[in-house]
């Protein structure tokens, strides 16, 4: 070719120019090493000889002492050096850089690739930069003879071609991000994870369990691995185990949280009592993708609790035996004393009032528990109205109860309950009562309706039992109380502040 055709050479920015300390950190984010021979790359640089007619193409990785290929056709060899490459040149422009003829270029007249084996005299490179501005090298075409530069659709392609190799560099780069990121939020994962003095555990979405944290392993004295899978189940008590297995394939089954207590062999054989919990972690349709859970050593909160069940019971009892015994007591001195039984017998039912009260607070067995919630002011009603045959109906809200304000409500409900039984509605055969609470605000309102009884009317003066019940309203519980007279029945209404029944 004559000394004098024009040269067909990209224009070079040399702000582009970087440092090349800098871009070997960048390149290094790419992981191109493990990309000799790749497939992929090499399916585009056999298509780039083959449109444009050259003899070798190239994908060519441009580091600080050599460029090597990750993907080449047409050249035997794997890398040359930094010094003699085209594809450095050509990666700082912006276009793609064509060199007609190598020996008629400055530049490159007394190159050895020029000089000596591969003979290059035709060069055309694209080049591989990714959106972040790291220069990687370039996509090139070489050929052994000079040429006039390429068409337009060979420039069109292998530009095409160019973005195709970025594309393939850029997912990779993204993939081994993404796969690092997740790397450390495992290792911090397991680091907090073995840190914690729970055991925690984590399984696939079918319940496969393939994560145990180190206190998992220092509790049971089990090989890592060795309860992978369904061998989990093996470590529980065998009486807890088909138990243990139907609630966490039912938490499987639903989607709902899994929560169980059990028995769980520690390393020296020792059976230990275990809160077993579970949460499902849900993508963004709503899809389990993994469950993880938490075992936690209750064993000693367990035999102290069932300690304290024991000295409860035996107080309560105890209790429950002195009413029994002033009880037996008022019968024993009603009979030296005949002429007091109406009083007797009133003071004994008061005092049965307030065994039932207290037999329904206080701590209880799973055996003997009541069938209602005991903090509850409906259940305790209902449990002192029991003996009125379904005659008293309680109605409205419930509120929350405690030891504290039982005993004044049972005597106040008792003494109404009594009175209605002798002068009021419970006295007629087709007589009502209604028990209506309403919770409103910072206070419990209760009213006591009679009806269907004798016609009432107020007494002339305040008796004992009415005294009684302000006292216990009152004095005790800080309430209210307001009384009608209408003559189908009391109505009572009782207004009690909500932190007065309970703590």
């Known amino acids: 070719m004559e000394a004098n055709v024009p040269l067909m050479i990209a224009e070079f920015d040399s702000a582009s120019v970087q440092d090349e300390a800098a871009r070997a950190k960048s390149l290094e984010t790419f992981g191109l090493a493990d990309l000799v021979g790749s497939a992929e790359l090499t ?34 060899v794997g890398e040359t050096p930094r010094e003699t490459s085209f594809c450095a040149h050509a990666m700082r422009g912006t276009d793609i850089m064509i060199v007609p003829d190598a020996t008629q270029d400055p530049r ?46 060979q420039r069109e ?21 993404t796969d690092r990121e997740l790397d450390e939020r495992e290792a911090k994962f397991r680091i907090l994870a073995d840190a914690m003095p729970q055991m925690v555990w984590s399984t696939h979405p079918d319940g496969f369990h393939d994560y145990y ?13 060795s309860t992978d899978g369904e061998a989990w189940n093996g470590m529980f008590h065998p009486e807890d185990q088909p138990h243990a ?3 966490w394939r039912k938490s ?44 936690t050593d209750i064993h000693d909160q367990k035999m102290i609790q069932a300690q304290k069940e024991i000295v409860a019971h035996e107080l309560s009892h105890r209790i429950k035996n002195i009413f029994a015994v002033i009880s037996g007591l008022i019968s024993f001195s009603t009979r030296q004393h005949p002429q007091m ?3 007797a017998d009133d003071l004994r039912e008061r005092i049965l009032a307030l065994g039932r009260a207290h037999d329904f607070v206080r701590p ?5 528990r009541p069938s209602a919630v005991q903090d509850s002011l409906v259940g305790m009603l209902g449990a002192l109205m029991e003996a009125y045959g379904g005659r008293v109906a309680i109605l409205g809200d419930d509120a929350t109860i405690d030891d504290r304000s039982a005993t004044p409500l049972a005597l106040l409900f008792h003494e109404l309950a009594t009175n209605a039984a002798k002068y009021g509605s419970l006295s007629s055969a087709d007589g009502k009562v209604q028990i209506v609470i309403a919770s409103n605000d910072d206070r419990v309102e209760i009213e006591w309706i009679e009806r269907g009884g004798p016609p009432v009317s107020a007494p002339a003066h305040d008796g004992f039992g009415t005294r009684l019940i302000e006292l216990s309203a009152i004095k005790q519980l800080g309430g209210r109380i307001e009384r009608d007279w209408p003559a189908q029945g009391l109505r009572l209404r009782l207004a009690v502040p909500e932190t007065a029944l309970h703590r």
């Open 43 to 76: 399916r585009i640089t056999d298509f780039a000889s083959t449109l444009c007619a050259t003899s070798i193409a190239l994908v060519s990785i441009v580091e600080s002492q050599r460029q090597w290929f990750p993907a080449r056709t047409g050249l035997p």
């Open 108 to 153: 490159f007249v007394d190159n050895p690739l020029v000089t000596g084996e591969p003979h290059i005299r035709f060069y055309a490179g694209a080049p591989l930069v990714s959106d972040d501005g790291v220069q990687l090298g370039a996509l090139c075409v070489i050929d052994r003879e000079p040429r006039a530069g390429l068409t337009a659709v």
């Open 157 to 177: 392609g292998l530009f095409v071609l160019a973005a195709n190799v970025m594309a393939l560099l850029t997912a990779r780069r993204a993939s081994r991000r």
């Open 213 to 225: 944290n180190a206190r998992w392993y220092e509790f049971t004295g089990m090989p890592h691995g």
């Open 245 to 247: 297995w139907s609630v």
């Open 252 to 295: 499987l089954e639903t989607g709902e949280p899994y929560e169980i207590e059990y028995r769980l062999r520690r390393a020296d054989g020792e059976y230990r009592w275990t809160l077993g919990r579970a949460l499902p972690i849900r993508d963004r349709s709503g899809v389990i993708t993994r469950w993880f859970g938490a075992c």
């Open 341 to 343: 039984k109406p009083f």
């Open 364 to 368: 209880h067995s799973e055996a003997s």
